[in-house]
């Protein structure tokens, strides 16, 4: 392929969050590749699209269609645990960036809180020490799993005996969206969709006897 590629950000689904920019690039493109749920929020826009399963998909496509000017729709921010770092690293031709909303900042507006200092991270398909950085940090932000489930990570709390206020959201931005509060307790003891951002708010009591 000698055209362009765009990684498109497509905010959290909901197409009222979708920035103008991302529409107009999109609507040039002669074709948009996704992964299913992408690509049925993106109804809106009528052009060519095709539905990927896999990463690999996504840069065979590039690579062997004659297209000139392809669009990779990215769910959220496609600079944050986005396909953007694969796509560099196996595409080696002209690649323009689109950003858009992520779900964490979504988030964070929808339950009114700050995430100035917050740390940011992803449970998504990769293992990560989160219980060590929740004692660390007043408020993290994560993205959740079906195996590092929300419930999953306040039974870990709930074992290292972390008292903290527990925020998860499901479905953002969607009619069907949910947003659960409650404490690790409460939140071990429910169960929740497979891809979630679940915001974890330790006790300042808590946070200041581990800084000391």
């Not at 992520?102 to 740390?119: D, E, N, P, T």
């Not at 990769?126 to 959740?144: A, G, L």
């Not at 306040?154 to 998860?168: F, G, H």
Request: with cysteine; hydrophobic share 35%.
């Amino acid at each position: 392929m000698n055209g362009k590629v765009f990684i498109v950000g497509i905010g959290p689904g909901n197409k009222e969050y979708v920035l103008p920019k991302a529409v107009s690039i999109m609507e040039q493109s002669d074709v948009i590749l996704g992964f299913q749920r992408a690509v049925e929020s993106l109804k809106f826009i009528d052009k060519h699209k095709i539905l990927v399963k896999k990463l690999e998909d996504i840069t065979d496509i590039i690579k062997h269609s004659e297209y000139e000017k392809i669009s990779v729709a990215a769910s959220g921010d496609p600079l944050y645990y986005g396909i953007t770092e694969y796509l560099k690293k196996n595409y080696r031709g002209n690649i323009e960036i689109v950003p858009g909303i992520s779900s964490f900042q979504y988030m964070m507006a929808k339950i009114k809180l700050s995430w100035q200092g917050a740390f940011l991270g992803s449970l998504h398909g990769r293992r990560e020490d989160f219980c060590n950085i929740v004692k660390e940090n007043h408020i993290s932000v994560w993205f959740t799993d079906s195996i590092h489930s929300p419930d999953y990570m306040c039974r870990v709390l709930e074992r290292e005996s972390i008292e903290a206020k527990v925020y998860v959201g499901e479905n953002l931005s969607y009619e069907d969206e949910k947003i659960t509060v409650g404490n690790v307790e409460e939140i071990r003891s429910k169960k929740f969709a497979g891809l979630s951002v679940v915001v974890i708010e330790k006790r300042e009591s808590s946070y200041d006897t581990h800084k000391r």
